[in-house]
Nanobody
Framework: VQLQASGGGLVQPGGSLRLSCAAS????????MGWFRQAPGKEREFVAA????????YYSDSVKGRFTISKDNAKNTMYLQMNSLKPEDTAVYYC???????????????????WGQGTLVTVSS
């Protein structure tokens, strides 16, 4: 599976961005796909995930209510709609995939096999 992330950029606090992650190489049935982020000097952290089969979604507490993860089966693409952005959301955002249905371990980066290249989101006035 190849993953291509896009959509990052510079946005003011309170603004919105939508990230995309296009997958190719195989079908994603029974996969879990997720978004992680890594700020300078910090460890990579879980943001959100979605089960490709049933569309169930999972969020970190820090983004719940502000970010929405979704998918387009026909386009094999996952999205992350980010609203009410804060300076602390500044990070490189990575999309990832694992050939398993969601489980408790999927909150951690080590559960994911495939990774996109990352896209930078900067929230600043």
């Amino acid at each position: 599976v190849q993953l291509q992330a896009s959509g990052g950029g510079l946005v003011q606090p309170g603004g919105s961005l939508r990230l995309s992650c296009a997958a190719s190489g195989r079908t994603l049935s029974s996969y879990t796909m997720g978004w992680f982020r890594q700020a300078p000097g910090k460890e990579r952290e879980f943001v959100a995930a979605i089960s490709w089969n049933d569309g169930n979604t999972y969020y970190s507490d820090s983004v719940k209510g502000r970010f929405t993860i979704s998918k387009d089966n026909a386009k094999n693409t996952m999205y992350l709609q980010m609203n009410s952005l804060k300076p602390e959301d500044t990070a490189v955002y990575y999309c990832a995939a694992t050939p398993r249905i969601f489980y408790s371990g999927a909150y951690y980066s080590r559960a994911y096999v495939y990774w996109g290249q990352g896209t930078l989101v900067t929230v600043s006035s």
